[in-house]
């Protein structure tokens, strides 16, 4: 039998420790780096309307501004509307269920009250979100998450701010040799991302609107801020769509359950018109992915990064084909070089 023999040098094991230092590095820092790309993401997405702006005669500091500003607004204003509408539309929820309940097991003798019902339904739904964590657990996860978006929404202003802020920052951290190769990819990418925005928000439009139209046809009251709300969370991929059916069909549980029934059946309705023609088509022409790797990102992005993944999945997947793409243009290059006669293959 041939033996084989393995030279390892003090260099190789170096390099390798440095490799598994830098991965265990990047690691411990990982939700920083989700942070700075995910504000990344959205100074890109919102560039065209800041440079559009910005030719419209706009400094770019007040474009920048006005942009953010509405996005806060719209959200903020929203929030205001809609969160006392489902609180009170959640209690009349409880009252019906307590009042259900009650007729249901009737024949034991026991009774239950409103305070029983809502306490119940607050251990429960507190097990749901954080699972066995603790009161401080729980509470670190939630500001850790407000100064997540406080970071992010700062970092991603100050990049909207130059016109080339992201090239910027990239030629900051890029090694020079990979400098030009990095900003190729960001550039084609950078196009990308920018119609997936716009198709968001042209999504968004489609859908309020067809919630606004089909719920006011229906009947059920605060029509127009459903609507909206249907719109806006459109924009977060799965959850938001599933959140803003909800409100509707308890505000119009508290009318009837057939009218509750109705609005299941008109928000099932057009969440099948968008993902079987209008998403396939406008994400496929818009940013030429399949929709089967649209699907695909979703949800790698939420088994990895949960909420935040949802957000990042079809940034990350143009990106990423980004980069296939130009290693496949390489390979072909080489491969054309060698069958040339130019390049000999070593």
């Given at each position: 039998?041939?033996?084989?023999?393995?030279?390892?040098?003090?260099?190789?094991?170096?390099?390798?420790?440095?490799?598994?230092?830098?991965?265990?590095?990047?690691?411990?820092?990982?939700?920083?780096?989700?942070?700075?790309?995910?504000?990344?993401?959205?100074?890109?997405?919102?560039?065209?309307?800041?440079?559009?702006?910005?030719?419209?005669?706009?400094?770019?500091?007040?474009?920048t501004i006005l942009v953010y500003l509405s996005i806060v607004l719209v959200f903020g204003?929203?929030?205001?509307?809609?969160?006392?509408?489902?609180?009170?539309?959640?209690?009349?929820?409880?009252?019906?269920?307590?009042?259900?309940?009650?007729?249901?097991?009737?024949?034991?003798?026991?009774?239950?009250?409103?305070?029983?019902?809502?306490?119940?339904?607050?251990?429960?739904?507190?097990?749901?979100?954080?699972?066995?964590?603790?009161?401080?657990?729980?509470?670190?996860?939630?500001?850790?998450?407000?100064?997540?978006?406080?970071?992010?929404?700062?970092?991603?202003?100050?990049?909207?701010?130059?016109?080339?802020?992201?090239?910027?920052?990239?030629?900051?951290?890029?090694?020079?040799?990979?400098?030009?190769?990095?900003?190729?990819?960001?550039?084609?990418?950078?196009?990308?991302?920018?119609?997936?925005?716009?198709?968001?928000?042209?999504?968004?439009?489609?859908?309020?609107?067809?919630?606004?139209?089909?719920?006011?046809?229906?009947?059920?009251?605060?029509?127009?801020?459903?609507?909206?709300?249907?719109?806006?969370?459109?924009?977060?991929?799965?959850?938001?769509?599933?959140?803003?059916?909800?409100?509707?069909?308890?505000?119009?549980?508290?009318?009837?359950?057939?009218?509750?029934?109705?609005?299941?059946?008109?928000?099932?309705?057009?969440?099948?018109?968008?993902?079987?023609?209008?998403?396939?088509?406008?994400?496929?022409?818009?940013?030429?992915?399949?929709?089967?790797?649209?699907?695909?990102?979703?949800?790698?992005?939420?088994?990895?990064?949960?909420?935040?993944?949802?957000?990042?999945?079809?940034?990350?997947?143009?990106?990423?084909?980004e980069i296939l793409n130009d290693w496949v243009s390489i390979k072909d290059h080489r491969?054309?070089?060698?069958?040339?006669?130019i390049v000999k293959d070593k």
């Open positions: 039998m041939e033996k084989v023999h393995m030279d390892i040098t003090w260099g190789s094991l170096w390099r390798t420790a440095l490799v598994v230092g830098m991965a265990g590095v990047l690691f411990l820092v990982r939700d920083v780096l989700v942070a700075i790309f995910l504000s990344v993401v959205i100074s890109t997405g919102l560039a065209p309307f800041v440079d559009f702006l910005e030719k419209r005669s706009v400094p770019r500091l007040l474009g204003l929203l929030i205001y509307v809609v969160v006392p509408i489902a609180m009170a539309e959640f209690e009349g929820l409880f009252e019906n269920l307590v009042a259900l309940t009650n007729s249901i097991f009737s024949f034991t003798g026991t009774k239950i009250t409103i305070d029983t019902f809502q306490d119940n339904i607050g251990i429960f739904s507190s097990a749901f979100f954080f699972g066995g964590a603790s009161f401080f657990e729980a509470a670190s996860s939630f500001f850790g998450g407000v100064a997540l978006a406080i970071t992010v929404a700062f970092v991603s202003f100050y990049l909207s701010l130059s016109r080339n802020g992201v090239e910027w920052f990239l030629r900051a951290i890029m090694p020079e040799s990979y400098e030009e190769k990095v900003l190729s990819i960001f550039k084609r990418s950078k196009r990308r991302i920018g119609f997936w925005l716009q198709t968001q928000i042209f999504l968004s439009l489609v859908v309020g609107l067809l919630s606004f139209i089909g719920l006011a046809l229906l009947g059920v009251e605060h029509a127009l801020i459903l609507g909206m709300a249907a719109g806006v969370f459109e924009i977060i991929p799965f959850v938001g769509p599933v959140f803003a059916g909800s409100i509707a069909v308890l505000v119009a549980l508290s009318d009837s359950f057939s009218l509750g029934l109705y609005v299941l059946v008109l928000f099932a309705v057009i969440q099948q018109i968008e993902s079987q023609f209008i998403i396939p088509s406008l994400f496929q022409k818009a940013i030429g992915l399949h929709p089967v790797v649209v699907i695909a990102a979703f949800m790698i992005g939420f088994t990895l990064l949960g909420f935040i993944g949802l957000i990042l999945a079809v940034p990350g997947a143009v990106i990423l084909q491969r054309a070089l060698r069958e040339s006669g």
